[in-house]
């Protein structure tokens, strides 16, 4: 059963870059795509942006100005990293699979990283 | 950018209650539409795609169904475990999602 785990720092200072890495354990990493989702806290959910592993991306119109993603196949690891963060970046940060093709909902998720932009 | 506008934001229900959640689109998403249940400190869970298409292991009453672009996640009996937030999403055109239910007991 396919599991996906996030990592990175938990507390990022402001205008500096967050950076995290998904790590895919247990399916294929070649045949989806993969996505960045985020929540602020009692908020709803935000799409980031996704990679597939070829590392075409598509992102958020509203956040492309500041998001890079990149893949590492040889690792089955995506990662995301969001550059000039403020405390609006505040947030858990979840990496999901998306199937190819029409249906391309989020499952399964990862538990999500809490990411607080603070000095 | 497609807007997905959830209502209500809450809903005061009972257990045995049949409760009904409305997404609606900005534009066509051509069914592509999915439901997710989230509970406090864990991350969403895949109920419904394309709809109307209940994921795997999802309890049977949950359903949904798709008018145009007004889409509804149906619970025919709540039961205690069903309390949480759900949240649709479309992803015909990338990917957003509603700003989500927060079903309450009442």
């Known amino acids: 059963q396919v599991q996906l785990q996030e990592s990175g720092p938990g507390l990022v200072k402001p205008s500096e870059t967050l950076s995290l890495t998904c790590t895919v354990s247990g399916g294929s990493f070649t045949t989806y795509y993969w996505s960045w989702i985020r929540q602020p806290a009692g908020k709803g959910l935000e799409w980031i942006g996704r990679?597939?592993?070829?590392?075409?991306?598509h992102y958020n119109p509203s956040l492309k100005s500041r998001v890079t993603m990149s893949v590492d196949t040889s690792k089955n690891q995506f990662s995301l990293n969001l550059s000039s963060v403020t405390a609006a970046d505040t947030a858990v940060y979840y990496c999901?699979?998306?199937?190819?093709?029409?249906?391309?909902?989020?499952?399964?998720w990862g538990q999500g990283t809490l990411v607080t932009v603070s000095s | 950018d497609i807007q997905m506008t959830q209502s209500p934001s809450t809903l005061s229900a009972s257990v045995g209650d049949r409760v009904t959640i409305t997404c609606r689109a900005s534009?066509?998403?051509?069914?592509?539409l999915a439901w997710y249940q989230q509970k406090p400190g864990k991350a969403p869970k895949l109920l419904i795609y394309?709809?109307?298409s209940l994921e795997s292991g999802v309890p049977s009453r949950f359903s949904g169904s798709a008018s145009g672009t007004e889409f509804t996640l149906t619970i025919s009996s709540l039961q205690p475990d069903d309390f949480a937030t759900y949240y649709c999403?479309?992803?015909?055109?990338?990917?957003?999602f509603g700003q989500g239910t927060k079903l309450e007991i009442k």
């Open positions: 534009q066509s998403i051509s069914g592509h």
């Open positions: 990679i597939d592993s070829s590392g075409s991306t």
């Open positions: 999901a699979r998306q199937p190819r093709g029409g249906a391309t909902y989020f499952d399964p």
């Open positions: 394309e709809a109307s």
């Open positions: 999403q479309q992803y015909n055109s990338y990917s957003s």
